[in-house]
């Protein structure tokens, strides 16, 4: 069985695609674990990345799809893979998709988290970050008894400069065109299934793997 899982920020995607990936047994697999296995490796495709990097430039999109494909030619994800966070506005779903057939190893189901706006910006705008030992808080979902105060290490929290409102808001309006093309792609081959991302992380996994 081969998976992507996509979702908003909020929405617990990471936590979720790993999940799915232990029920079935398969490895999941993000872009950033795939750069950062071919940079520890150093291989061509790391050194072209690196030089657009220390060059203050993006990486080419074909230098990531690379990198992806010499991940997907490992043995372990022979018998199936759980892809998280993309396809996306990096690498397109057709693009991929064209990979993946390619290798003979095309997805067979995808994945939506479905998060409404306004419960992204009240998951993210409430987070709080402990300046001693870094432990996340939420002021609504996971309060420390004292406001402000982390009850582990009793260090200050704090709201990182990306998780207040208009921040969210700002990359909501850049994530949702973006994600609806690679959506409509896949709804139109039959192959999406959408899921309530308000439901709690074992009933999310749960409808996954039905």
């Given at each position: 069985?081969?998976?992507?899982?996509?979702?908003?920020?909020?929405?617990?995607?990471?936590?979720?695609?790993?999940?799915?990936?232990?029920?079935?047994?398969?490895?999941?697999?993000?872009?950033?674990?795939?750069?950062?296995?071919?940079?520890?490796?150093?291989?061509?495709?790391?050194?072209?990345?690196?030089?657009?990097?220390?060059?203050?430039?993006l990486v080419p999109d074909q230098v990531l799809l690379s990198m992806i494909r010499n991940r997907l030619t490992e043995p372990d994800v022979a018998a199936g893979f759980v892809l998280d966070g993309f396809p996306n506005h990096a690498v397109t779903a057709v693009v991929l998709d064209a990979v993946l057939f390619d290798l003979g190893t095309p997805i067979d189901r995808v994945i939506d988290l479905v998060l409404p706006d306004a419960e992204v910006i009240r998951r993210l705008a409430g987070r709080r970050i402990c300046r001693g030992c870094g432990r996340t808080w939420h002021t609504e979902f996971a309060a420390p008894a004292r406001p402000n105060v982390c009850d582990r290490c009793g260090g200050e929290l704090f709201q990182?400069?990306?998780?207040?409102?208009?921040?969210?808001?700002?990359?909501?309006?850049?994530?949702?065109?973006?994600?609806?093309?690679?959506?409509s792609h896949y709804r139109a081959l039959g192959k999406l299934a959408s899921i309530d991302a308000t439901l709690t992380p074992a009933e999310i996994t749960a409808k996954a793997l039905a």
């Open positions: 069985m081969r998976l992507a899982v996509l979702g908003p920020p909020g929405s617990g995607r990471e936590a979720i695609a790993g999940s799915i990936a232990a029920g079935l047994a398969v490895p999941c697999l993000s872009l950033a674990d795939a750069v950062q296995a071919e940079m520890r490796a150093k291989t061509p495709a790391a050194l072209q990345a690196l030089q657009h990097m220390n060059a203050g430039e990182r400069h990306d998780d207040n409102s208009d921040r969210i808001t700002a990359g909501l309006q850049s994530y949702r065109p973006a994600a609806a093309a690679t959506l």
